[in-house]
């Protein structure tokens, strides 16, 4: 099983409409949770971190239930530019981050 | 506004040869990393430098060496390269043990 498990996709979506993205953890050691995204061909940015109460950034949400070790990430009102690889990435602390393999997403006009 | 810079962007090797990728920050960060991606795969860690002077092994260390030149430098090399080494390389850097990344633009290697 790996350690940062989440749906590949593609998730193909009109523009603004609402997607979610899942992703699952196995050590629950693990302290620190961030969604990234990479655009094709790009590397990762910093998209959000998740805090434990949930936090939002403008039209992104961002969830973790530490007991069912489940991140979430909330697209509201999809723009043609949220289109890229949203990667969910998970610390035990110290040099251990665990990048999981990404969700894609595909915003239509 | 430079943040990580990584050389080369693109490089074709033959099978055995060697190469060195660079990587430079100009953030002040005392950690630095170097990740492999794969399709289908998370980035997985190769090696890491936590100061200036320090390097350890990651996830996949195998068939690569690092340099921690200056607390700004921090190099990959393969000795000897193989076609499963082909990848996309990328360097990153942060200020704090769990705090963001920063990534340079990434490395694309094929090795025949």
């Known amino acids: 099983r790996k350690e940062v498990e989440q749906d590949p996709g593609p998730f193909n979506v009109p523009e603004g409409a609402t997607v979610a993205f899942n992703c699952t953890y196995s050590?629950?050691?693990?302290?620190?949770f961030f969604w990234y995204r990479q655009d094709c061909r790009k590397e990762p940015k910093l998209l959000m971190s998740?805090?434990?109460s949930g936090n939002e950034d403008g039209r992104f949400t961002a969830q973790l239930n530490r007991a069912s070790q489940y991140i979430s990430l909330l697209i509201r009102d999809s723009k043609l530019s949220d289109s890229a690889t949203y990667l969910c990435?998970?610390?035990?602390?110290?040099?251990?981050?665990?990048f999981g393999a990404g969700t894609r997403l595909f915003v239509k006009a | 506004n430079a943040g990580v810079t990584q050389t080369p962007k693109f490089q074709v090797l033959k099978t055995g040869q060697s190469m060195t990728l660079q990587c430079a920050q100009d953030?002040?960060?005392?950690?630095m990393y170097w990740y492999r991606q794969d399709p289908g795969m998370g980035l997985r860690l190769i090696y890491y430098?936590?100061?200036?002077?320090?390097?350890d092994k990651g996830e996949v260390p195998n068939g690569y060496n690092v340099s921690r030149l200056n607390k700004r430098e921090f190099s990959l090399r393969l000795e000897s390269a193989a076609p499963s080494q082909t990848s996309v390389y990328f360097c990153?850097?942060?200020?704090?043990?769990?705090?963001?990344?920063?990534f340079g633009e990434g490395s694309r290697l094929t090795v025949l």
């Open positions: 990153a850097s942060s200020g704090t043990l769990t705090g963001e990344l920063f």
């Open positions: 430098s936590a100061s200036e002077g320090t390097t």
């Open positions: 953030m002040n960060h005392n950690s």
């Open positions: 050590n629950s050691a693990s302290q620190s």
């Open positions: 998740v805090y434990s």
């Open positions: 990435v998970v610390s035990t602390g110290g040099f251990k981050t665990i």
